[in-house]
Nanobody, 122 residues
């Protein structure tokens, strides 16, 4: 079994910062791409940022220059540093990871965290 556990959400004023963490645990052989998604009330879930095992990053245009994704491969953990937060960043943030669980089979599956609420007040 694989589990992703997020932490770091909360309430912050516009212009403030938050740092999200997501730790993967369980039967993990390797982790490929890790990412962060968010879902605002009444909206579809959207990708915020992603990072490959080699450190290549991608960001949604709406967060470029404000958010930074990183990972610690030794700890199977990813982070999202969010600066200059805006009210439109409000939503539930989910971590996602593409994980290979078997040493013998080159198959991967996507796993999701339970979500953490981020609320930015104006």
């Amino acid at each position: 079994q694989v589990q992703l556990v997020e932490s770091g959400g909360g309430l912050v004023q516009a212009g403030g910062s938050l740092r999200l963490s997501c730790a993967a645990s369980g039967s993990i052989f390797s982790i490929n791409v890790m990412g962060w998604y968010r879902q605002a009330p009444g909206q579809q879930r959207e990708v915020v940022a992603s990072i490959t095992s080699g450190g290549v990053t991608n960001y949604a245009d709406s967060v470029k220059g404000r958010f930074t994704i990183s990972r610690d491969n030794a700890k199977n953990t990813e982070y999202l540093q969010m600066n200059s937060l805006k009210p439109e960043d409000t939503g539930v943030y989910y971590c996602n990871a593409e994980i290979r669980t078997s040493r013998f089979l080159p198959l991967t599956a996507n796993y999701w965290g339970q979500g953490t609420q981020v609320t930015v007040s104006s």
